[in-house]
């Protein structure tokens, strides 16, 4: 009795362990995506992690008909940056995305790529044009690798930083206020060389959000060249940096982030129609 029961337990083990076999076992694999599915990856530093507005981005493209049409994979990482700097008194040198670009591209097998960074990249410290060519070749890189994986890319400018710094004297003209930021700004370069652990995310250089005006201004001037779009979430930002932040001057606050998603879905429609034509 026992040998013929073992026998039987054997031949339903051969059975489901065959090739052909289509039972419970196979049923219960991840389902594909339909085949009218379009994947939207979303990569940038610990503002895209943090998730708020890739959410209510993601929410606002599951309204969109054909239902299921859009998969929305956030993969940003806390303190990452594209252009491979780090602040000498940041606790382990800053990720950059270039480390794991080409596995995540290659992972998710995105249609869209949308990009945020810039707010680590000056590594809060003053302008220096050897720090910028690093974040312009870091971006540079960035388009050069999405658009040989077949990919679409939508670049966004980093968010202010909400600490605009000492206001300059009350009707200092705008050539005044220039001439006064070019020399704060080389008073603290010269600040920095003498001491490397001068600036950093602890202690920014006053006018940080200039510089970030700086990087972004540039970013803005390569929107429709390659196929690259550009989209400002830093200007609408500006005039409601009370309610968009809260203590913090580099995360936004939900209010913030739904900012930034507005921002972005204002431009989504004639971006996605002319990626259309």
Partial sequence: MKKSIILKIMAVLAIVSSP?????????EPKA????TRTVL??????TAAGGYVRLIEAALAKQAPPNSWKVINKGRSSETVSGLSEEYHPGRRPCLFARLDQVLAETKPDWVVACYGINDGIYH???EKRFVAYQGGMETLIKKVKASGARLVLLTAPPYARP?????????????????????AEAEVQAEQNPRKFGYITPYAYYDQVMAQYAKWLLSLNGQNGVHVVDLRTPMLPKLKAAYDGDPI???QVGHELMAEAFLKQWPAISTEAGR
Wanted: aromatic share 8%.
């Fill in 251 to 253: 995360h936004p606050n």
């Fill in 20 to 28: 052909g076999w289509s039972g419970s076992a196979r049923a219960a």
């Fill in 42 to 47: 979303f990569l940038g530093d610990s503002i």
């Fill in 33 to 36: 995506e339909p085949s009218n």
């Fill in 126 to 128: 003053p302008f220096n």
């Fill in 165 to 185: 710094g000492p206001e300059f004297p009350k009707g200092t003209s705008a050539s005044d206020a220039a001439m006064l930021l070019a020399k704060a700004n």
